[in-house]
């Protein structure tokens, strides 16, 4: 089965992948805190297998930007998203490069160079622990960056667009500070072969439910 065909996944299935996905917000939270230098904390993890039905509240106010880093992982469709508003998109920035926050001043193109670094280190740390538990090899591509307005929760930017695809999986955890001052949000969406290999090592793949079932005489 392609990763174009409709996902049809049972229960078990979506908590294993929101176990992988957990796992994986939990390594990246821990790059990025040490990164700005602050804690920041992951959200409950959700397993989503639906079309994202118009940009959250969390991306940002009507009017406002935000900022979305994409990395293509592998050429099966599997990538990772990370998205922040764009005044927390700032604030990091701002972190890293040890200067005083602004609220509200526009992103500049070192925002932009900022973002690219901390988004390849803290989804190359999410994907650490994936590759091992699933015992394959992941080299994804460099990150993209897109810095969009919020005109319409409707209408999606290019980058993000996938989001909305009714065959998508996805896998969503939410970044918040200690003081939850903020939120952000990290999503993978992964192809069809990661959903199977992690199926298989938890499980809950068919073959394995098949073969539990008929121990009972089901």
Not at 50 to 62: V, Y
Not at 66 to 90: H, K, N, Q, Y
Not at 125 to 152: G, H, W
Not at 185 to 199: E, H, K, V
């Amino acid at each position: 089965m392609s990763s174009m065909e409709v996902n049809e996944l049972d229960e078990l299935q979506m908590d294993a992948l929101r176990e992988l996905g957990n796992v994986g917000a939990s390594h990246a939270s821990t790059a990025l805190t040490k990164l700005v230098r602050t804690d920041i904390l992951i959200d409950v993890t959700e397993c989503r297998v639906m079309p994202m039905p118009a940009l959250p509240n969390r991306f940002g106010e009507l009017g406002s930007i935000f900022a979305t880093l994409r990395i293509d992982i592998d050429p099966e469709g599997s990538r990772i998203f990370m998205v922040f508003p764009g005044d927390v998109a700032t604030y990091l920035s701002d972190i890293l490069l040890s200067r005083p926050h602004k609220a509200g001043r526009q992103m500049t193109e070192q925002d932009r160079d900022v973002m690219v670094e901390m988004g390849d280190i803290c989804i190359r740390q999410y994907l650490v622990p994936i590759a091992k538990f699933l015992s394959m090899e992941i080299i994804p591509n460099s990150p993209e960056v897109s810095i969009d307005r919020i005109t319409d929760r409707m209408r999606f930017p290019e980058m993000i667009r996938p989001l909305r695809d009714n065959d998508l999986v996805r896998v969503e955890t939410n970044f918040v500070d200690k003081k939850k001052r903020f939120q952000g949000a990290i999503i993978f969406a992964p192809s069809r072969n990661i959903q199977m290999r992690t199926f298989k090592r938890f499980g809950v793949d068919a073959e394995s439910q098949a073969a539990m079932m008929s121990k009972f005489g089901l």
